[in-house]
Each structure stands twice: as C-alpha cells, then as structure tokens.
C-alpha cells in the first residue's frame, strides 16, 4: 500500500510537469491543480488508515475583491479537495472550501519566488469504512463493534478550517503547506497536515 501510494504521487507530479508547459504560453484561467502527501495529525487514526495519504486538488481563483481588504493583495478562490487514506480503515475526505492566499509584500520578488499566507473555511464530507476489523474488544471507533470486530460504513459532515502557508515559483508553479482543521468522522479527528505541489493554468 506505501509503494502504491509513492506510485500515484510520482505520477502525478510528473503528470504536472508534462502540463505546466503546454499552457504556459495562454492566457491564465484562473484554474489551479495541486497534488501531494496527507498526514493526520490523530496517532489512533493512523494507526487504523496508515500513515500517509494522498490530496487532490482543484481551484478556481475568482475575479472578486479579497475578503481581507483591497490592499492586502489576497486572491481569494473556491477550492475543491480529495484526501484519501486506506490501510485496515479506508478514510476519504471531500473538501469544498472558500479560501484566500496573500502574498507577502516585503519578501516578494518580481518575475521570481513570492511567499505567501491563507486561511480557508469551507465543509468537509467525511467517509470510514471496513469490511472487518479485529479488535480485541468493542472501541468506540463504530457501534457496530464485537468482541471479536467490526465492520464500519460511516459519514460525516463538518464545518472546516486551513491554515496555509506557499511559495509560487514564477508565478505558475508552487509549493504549499497547509493545516487543516476538519473534524470528526466515527468519533476519530481527521485533523491533518499536507504538502503540496502544484500548477496555475
């Protein structure tokens, strides 16, 4: 499961890299992609998922003032995500968010590297589920818990929240980490940490 996680990530960076330049030469649409590594920060969650998920993402820079004041330079966007994880436990999660990214003044460069900050707020569609799972005893992981295991089929939404932190690289490329706050599914956090890389069309 590890080596096809490190497959899938592999191939989709190069994938990436295949693209950027095709469209390099148009005019920006405002479409971003994004591809990388999900770490729940939970340790009885990963113990159940594994240790190391995959995040998709897509995004959509919207041609509306910044929330955060004219000023500030913030590009705000709506972004959907996909976060998966599958060991005993297959964990997946939707995100829809509403999220803005501001660069940071002082530290940007023309033409070059341009660090920035953002904050997201959006819903979080959560799904569990396991054909069977030993245990030694009933947990509270699902209610459908036996002395011997469980099955689980479980869903939950939650109202979330991103921490993020980026560089872009020449405007079209970059590199973003991000916390995210994004509750509960089967009584187990799903709060995380990703790193990303991605693409601006």
């Known amino acids: 499961m590890k080596t096809l996680k490190v497959t899938t990530l592999m191939a989709a960076f190069v994938g990436l890299t295949l693209a950027a330049p095709a469209m390099a030469q148009r005019e920006p649409t405002g479409i971003s992609l994004e591809v990388g590594g999900n770490y729940i920060l939970k340790s009885e ?88 799972v030993l245990v030694a005893e009933k947990n509270s992981v699902s209610e459908n818990g036996s002395e011997n295991g469980y099955g689980m089929d479980e869903k939950d939404t939650r109202i979330g929240l991103r921490a993020i932190l980026g560089v872009d690289f020449a405007s079209k490329w970059f590199v973003e980490g991000s916390y995210n706050f994004t509750g509960k599914v089967a009584d187990g956090k799903t709060d995380s940490i990703a790193l990303v890389g991605g693409v601006r069309f």
């Open 45 to 132: 969650v990963r113990d159940a998922v594994g240790d190391l998920g995959l995040r998709v993402g897509l995004g959509y820079q919207l041609p509306t003032p910044s929330l955060l004041g004219a000023n500030t330079g913030g590009r705000p966007s709506v972004n959907l995500s996909y976060t998966t994880a599958d060991d005993d436990v297959k964990l997946t999660t939707w995100g829809l968010t509403y999220e803005e990214r501001v660069p940071f003044q002082m530290a940007a460069r023309p033409g070059g590297t341009s660090p920035y900050w953002g904050v997201g707020v959006g819903l979080f569609f959560h799904k569990a589920e396991a054909d069977y």
